[in-house]
């Protein structure tokens, strides 16, 4: 069975060279109206392995912040373009009791937002779009969910899903083993040559299988 791995990075990393190895990628955006500032170099990187192959599929990814509005406008005139090849990814987390109580609303916006930026719904559900979200630990912001993929982090053993988010676990397409320190080793590598970050197991999914799951090749 294969497993795809590929790396989450961000202005905390340094930008992308030739050292990253994985077929897929995921880096951020922006966080609220904050611009990731290795964003022009990653982006253009990122873009230009697509085009030659070396990637089969790019995530770019927003955190969620209450005046989602502005989340999307950024998220969109950063990227500049929809191409067909790249998927957003909205990043639901508290930030250490920063965001609380139930945001369904707010993420759900941004969420189908993003999506009619993308193209037509797919039968009815958001294109183009995935959600990454701790059940366990961030279980009240998000009650409400859409028919979307998700990333699903926990470190050094597999998600756990309460009763109330099986829906989450039917639609899960990766999960984030590890931090960079936490979870990894062995076969799970902590990041890619001496990067160590945030790290992504779709497991049972080869790069193309990862493609379709995520929307790619719908248009």
Same mark, same amino acid.
């Given at each position: 069975? #294969?497993? #795809?791995?590929? !790396?989450?990075?961000?202005?905390?990393?340094? &930008?992308?060279?030739?050292?990253?190895?994985?077929?897929? /990628?995921?880096?951020?955006?922006?966080?609220?109206?904050?611009?990731?500032?290795?964003?022009?170099?990653?982006?253009?990187?990122?873009?230009?392995?697509?085009?030659?192959?070396?990637?089969?599929? /790019?995530?770019?990814?927003?955190?969620?912040?209450?005046?989602?509005?502005?989340?999307?406008?950024?998220?969109?005139?950063?990227?500049?373009?929809?191409?067909?090849?790249?998927?957003?990814?909205?990043?639901?987390?508290?930030?250490?009791?920063?965001?609380?109580?139930?945001?369904?609303?707010?993420?759900?916006? /941004?969420?189908?937002?993003?999506?009619?930026?993308?193209?037509?719904?797919?039968?009815?559900?958001?294109?183009?779009?995935?959600?990454?979200?701790?059940?366990?630990?961030?279980?009240?912001?998000?009650?409400?969910?859409?028919?979307?993929?998700?990333?699903?982090?926990?470190?050094?053993?597999? &998600?756990?899903?309460?009763?109330?988010?099986?829906?989450?676990?039917?639609?899960?397409?990766?999960?984030?083993?590890?931090?960079? #320190?936490?979870?990894?080793?062995?076969?799970?590598?902590?990041?890619?040559?001496?990067?160590?970050?945030?790290?992504?197991?779709?497991?049972?999914?080869?790069?193309?299988?990862?493609?379709? !799951?995520?929307?790619?090749? !719908?248009?």
């Amino acid at each position: 069975m #294969t497993d #795809t791995l590929f !790396a989450d990075i961000s202005e905390w990393q340094p &930008p992308l060279d030739d050292s990253y190895p994985y077929e897929w /990628l995921s880096i951020r955006s922006n966080d609220g109206t904050y611009r990731d500032r290795n964003w022009s170099r990653n982006w253009d990187t990122a873009r230009r392995w697509l085009d030659s192959g070396r990637l089969r599929g /790019l995530i770019v990814y927003v955190v969620y912040r209450p005046n989602w509005r502005d989340c999307l406008d950024v998220h969109r005139s950063m990227q500049g373009e929809n191409r067909p090849d790249v998927v957003s990814m909205v990043d639901v987390e508290s930030w250490g009791g920063q965001i609380v109580g139930d945001h369904s609303a707010g993420v759900n916006r /941004l969420v189908w937002g993003i999506s009619d930026w993308r193209g037509p719904h797919i039968d009815g559900r958001p294109r183009r779009v995935i959600g990454y979200w701790n059940p366990v630990a961030d279980r009240g912001l998000w009650r409400v969910r859409p028919s979307i993929g998700f990333i699903v982090p926990s470190y050094g053993r597999a &998600p756990r899903f309460p009763a109330g988010v099986q829906d989450v676990r039917r639609q899960m397409i990766a999960h984030q083993y590890t931090d960079g #320190t936490v979870g990894c080793g062995g076969s799970l590598p902590c990041g890619y040559g001496s990067v160590r970050c945030d790290m992504n197991a779709a497991n049972g999914r080869d790069a193309e299988e990862l493609r379709i !799951a995520t929307g790619i090749g !719908a248009d």
